[in-house]
């Protein structure tokens, strides 16, 4: 039977030879006799599963030498806290404020150093990104902080800023939960980046870090030690029980990653679909997406539907929008609605949903907007 397209932000659809191979692997893996969920975390198996897991992500991503990686717990929500804790010195971070998640962790961290506001995009609804020319740098900051794939909001970072360029020698921090494995990364912009593992990568329960070696041991005091991540690069995540069924599954997805042709081909897919929706979007008289083209995310798409007088109609208890996901529903495209803070539509597109999923859920629109428009 044909499963479903699932466009969920989070957790998150996974390719379906992963889970198959999961599947078939569930009660004994590689003739050891054991499922991975059963293994100790300190056993040569999963030894051999975690060493290929990080060699595979390392050569992915094309994470310099001079980064340690790091696999952890707690998710992107958590690392709103872990970061400042490593890193801030108790002192002043800067944060380029561009929707929801930037938000959540520019409040979490002031509870350990002073956030100080270098830009907000609040004046136009999180539509687009504040120059990196207007951003107003503390010029004192243990680091500066972005998130570059808004999830909520659909804004992307079309490229990371270089902080050199503006006279700005703090790391740069980057949240890049959403798009993680998505597109290319220029390390040599990045001092840190982390991502919770549940969009792109695998299951909930893995969250990555890639940090620079130079950043690891500047922790405040009060941090944690199993979230101390000079602690946790030492032991090569294993000074605690780690995330270890997550990380086996975020391996297969390496690997099936590698076999699609790496992070460029599977770059170049995404763009396909991404084009294809916001064409979609954009030609019609019913759909709208709100975010400013060159900012556009590739994995997420906020749309909203209209009324007969062109109001955008953000209640999802409208009759309209209640349609439109019944609709979507029973023709196979799931986890359409929209986040509650912002309403109307999401359409999450990450690496696992195929151009053949992006050209159903057009089909499915443009079928709508025929009866209802």
Not at 44 to 68: C, H, M, S, T, W
Not at 121 to 138: I, K
Not at 275 to 301: A, E, G, K, T, W
């Amino acid at each position: 039977m044909k499963r479903p397209y699932n466009f969920s932000a989070g957790p998150a659809a996974m390719p379906d030879e992963v889970l198959a191979q999961a599947a078939a692997e569930m009660l004994d893996w590689h003739g050891s006799g054991m499922g991975v969920m059963e293994m100790s975390h300190r056993g040569k198996e999963f030894g051999q599963i975690y060493q290929e897991a990080e060699a595979d992500l390392r050569e992915l991503l094309a994470v310099p030498a001079n980064f340690k990686l790091l696999f952890m717990q707690g998710g992107g929500l958590a690392e709103n806290a872990i970061v400042p804790l490593n890193l801030s010195r108790g002192e002043t971070v800067d944060f380029v404020i561009t929707g929801s998640w930037s938000q959540k962790s520019a409040q979490e961290a002031a509870r350990y150093c002073t956030a100080h506001e270098a830009a907000n995009s609040r004046a136009d609804g999180h539509t687009s990104l504040p120059d990196p020319a207007s951003w107003h740098l503390s010029g004192r900051s243990a680091y500066v902080h972005i998130c570059s794939n808004e999830t909520i909001n659909g804004v992307e970072y079309p490229a990371l800023p270089d902080l050199r360029a503006l006279g700005c020698d703090a790391p740069l921090v980057v949240d890049f939960s959403s798009h993680v494995a998505s597109r290319t990364v220029d390390w040599s912009r990045v001092g840190l980046a982390f991502g919770g593992a549940q969009k792109n990568l695998g299951p909930a329960g893995l969250t990555l870090v890639a940090v620079r070696e130079d950043l690891l041991d500047r922790a405040l005091h009060i941090c944690p030690s199993a979230f101390h991540y000079k602690t946790v690069a030492d032991n090569g995540s294993m000074y605690n029980t780690p995330p270890t069924y997550s990380i086996y599954m975020a391996g297969l997805v390496f690997k099936w990653l590698k076999r699609q042709g790496g992070i460029a081909a599977i770059e170049a897919h995404n763009i396909a679909k991404a084009q294809l929706l916001y064409d979609c979007i954009d030609r019609s008289s019913l759909y709208v997406n709100r975010v400013q083209p060159h900012c556009r995310s590739r994995m997420n798409v906020p749309f909203y539907l209209k009324d007969a007088q062109g109001q955008l109609l953000l209640d999802a208890d409208h009759p309209l929008n209640a349609a439109f996901l019944a609709g979507a529903k029973a023709a196979g495209l799931l986890q359409l609605k929209g986040h509650k803070s912002v309403g109307g539509m999401r359409a999450s597109l990450y690496n696992a949903i195929p151009l053949d999923g992006v050209q159903a859920l057009v089909t499915f629109m443009q079928a709508f907007e025929a009866r209802h428009a």
